[in-house]
């Protein structure tokens, strides 16, 4: 028996490489996006924040910061949530960035 594959599968080059990086959510850049990998907090602010949308494989969008650098804001589900950066960086997320190391200009 053969194994299924998806039609819809297209073989993986070069270009298609990535790489995941984990971080703390603190550390995303304003304007960029990622997805949440895990939450280590206390669990009556883990309860609240995971009741505002902040689960596993959420996608968090970091809008602005203060102009002090704290807080900042962060869009999840639709809603504008300001986090202190000791918040923050209790919370894991996932980026996928191309990998310039694997990737080659095509001549």
């Known amino acids: 028996m053969r194994p299924h594959r998806s039609p819809l599968a297209k073989p993986v080059s070069s ?3 990535f790489e995941v990086q984990v971080m703390a959510l603190s550390e995303v850049e304003v ?3 990622a997805v949440v990998a895990s939450l280590e907090l206390p669990h009556d602010i883990l309860d ?3 009741h505002l ?6 996608t968090i969008d970091v809008l602005r910061r203060a102009p002090a650098g704290d807080p900042t804001v962060y869009r999840v589900e639709g809603a504008e ?6 918040t923050a960086r209790h919370i894991q997320v996932r980026r ?5 190391d694997q990737t080659r200009e095509q001549p």
Do not use: C, K, Y
């Not at 949530?81 to 000791?86: K, Q, V, W």
């Not at 996928?96 to 310039?100: A, E, H, K, T």
């Open 31 to 33: 304007g960029t996006s």
């Open 53 to 58: 949308g902040f689960l596993p494989e959420a």
């Open 96 to 100: 996928s960035v191309q990998n310039p």
């Open 48 to 50: 609240h924040l995971m």
């Open 15 to 17: 270009e298609d490489v």
């Open 81 to 86: 949530i300001a986090l202190r950066r000791e």
